[in-house]
């Protein structure tokens, strides 16, 4: 079948077979081929908008700062250059989107914000973690350093008493104070040369023990007037000599008896005849040598100077609860409480109730437990 196209009225007659187009009667001349198809008006141009930057568009100053404040945030500043990485990230993101196609570097505001959120985060977290975890352990640190300082000064301490004993008639120690309730070495005696401050210590502040909780009020009473901190605030001095909890409780009566009589500390203490079946017939004064008092009396122990206790601290100081103890020999020893004597129940109570303290001692809290 063919297709017909009228010339005149251009009117196409598909399967006519006439000679004439019935419209308008022009005479037609039949073809067997197809026409060709009609030929459609070109379509305007779309003209399509660009979305992404120009080739020769520079990169946002604010995204290369991110960028650069994301990696350093990371390499000592942490915070400090996290959260302005983050917002300058923001912000060339921004104006990015709303300069195109003038400005590029996405991927760099992208970069700084995500290395910034992340550091960010980890301090967020990390620093609360690792203070939980550090502080604890600094403290403990903290508090063996002031034990240490502690025992230094019971070690200056002892040698302070050693050297007014070199001096002194009968290599004797500093003579108790007769003050009641005072358990420290008198500063000026009868039988004294010479003061035992500041002839033989200038420094009062090794009386005052570091973790003492008011131990900068007392320096700095201590730098007003020295001779105020000549007491037992931090350090138990007998001046004579005990080593057991029942010894401490016959030196309590007899404390209690000098000092409301006589006031006298320069002799011996005599003990009364009821104490007298086990025990030494003194309780001797501090001096050098005085060890050997005891190695001819079968009816007590052989005692060797590392067994006299010349200086006892407070309890209260440290934390675990003790305290440190100075010896004749010169060495300091920590002693947990309640352990081995003199941080026995007994004996502090007495030296607390000597003191005209309190028992039980307070609780320190340095932080940890």
């Not at 250059?81 to 104006?95: A, D, E, M």
């Not at 505001?109 to 910034?116: H, M, R, Y």
């Not at 985060?121 to 240490?148: D, G, K, N, S």
């Not at 700095?220 to 000549?230: H, K, V």
């Amino acid at each position: 079948m063919s297709t017909v196209r009228c010339p005149k009225c251009d009117r196409e007659l598909d399967g006519w077979q006439g000679a004439e187009c019935p419209q308008c009667g022009e005479r037609l001349a039949v073809s067997n081929e197809p026409s060709p198809p009609p030929i459609a008006p070109p379509r305007p141009a779309v003209r399509v908008a660009q979305t992404g930057p120009a080739p020769d568009a520079p990169n946002d100053g604010m995204a290369i700062a991110s960028l650069v404040l994301g990696i350093c945030s990371y390499l000592c500043t942490g915070p400090l250059c996290s959260v302005p990485g983050i917002i300058t990230g923001v912000v060339s993101l921004s104006r990015i989107r709303k300069s195109r196609p003038k400005l590029r570097g996405e991927g760099l505001a992208i970069g700084g914000i995500v290395l910034s959120g992340v550091n960010l985060a980890l301090c967020v977290v990390m620093i609360p973690m690792m203070a939980a975890i550090m502080l604890p352990a600094l403290a403990r640190a903290r508090e063996a350093a002031r034990r240490a300082s502690c025992q230094n000064n019971l070690k200056q301490l002892g040698l302070v008493v050693k050297m007014f004993a070199n001096e002194s008639d009968g290599e004797y120690y500093p003579v108790l104070s007769p003050e009641s309730g005072k358990l420290m070495f008198a500063n000026m005696s009868a039988v004294s040369k010479s003061p035992v401050y500041p002839e033989f210590f200038t420094d009062a502040s090794i009386l005052i023990c570091p973790s003492d909780p008011s131990a900068d009020t007392e320096a700095a009473a201590a730098a007003q007037d020295p001779e105020t901190i000549l007491d037992d605030t931090c350090y138990y001095y007998l001046g004579y000599v005990v080593r057991s909890d029942d010894e401490v409780e016959e030196f309590a009566e007899q404390y209690r008896k000098v000092t409301g009589e006589s006031g006298d500390f320069e002799h011996n203490l005599q003990l009364s005849e009821s104490s007298l079946e086990s025990r030494a017939r003194y309780i001797y004064r501090l001096r050098e040598g005085v060890e050997q008092e005891f190695m001819g009396d079968i009816r007590v122990p052989a005692t060797a100077a590392a067994d006299i206790p010349v200086l006892i601290e407070r309890i209260g100081h440290h934390v675990p609860m003790g305290a440190n103890v100075l010896y004749m020999d010169g060495h300091v020893e920590f002693i947990r409480y309640p352990g081995k004597w003199p941080m026995t129940e007994r004996t502090v109570s007495v030296l607390q109730a000597l003191d005209g303290g309190f028992w039980p001692p307070r609780e320190v809290d340095l932080g940890y437990n």
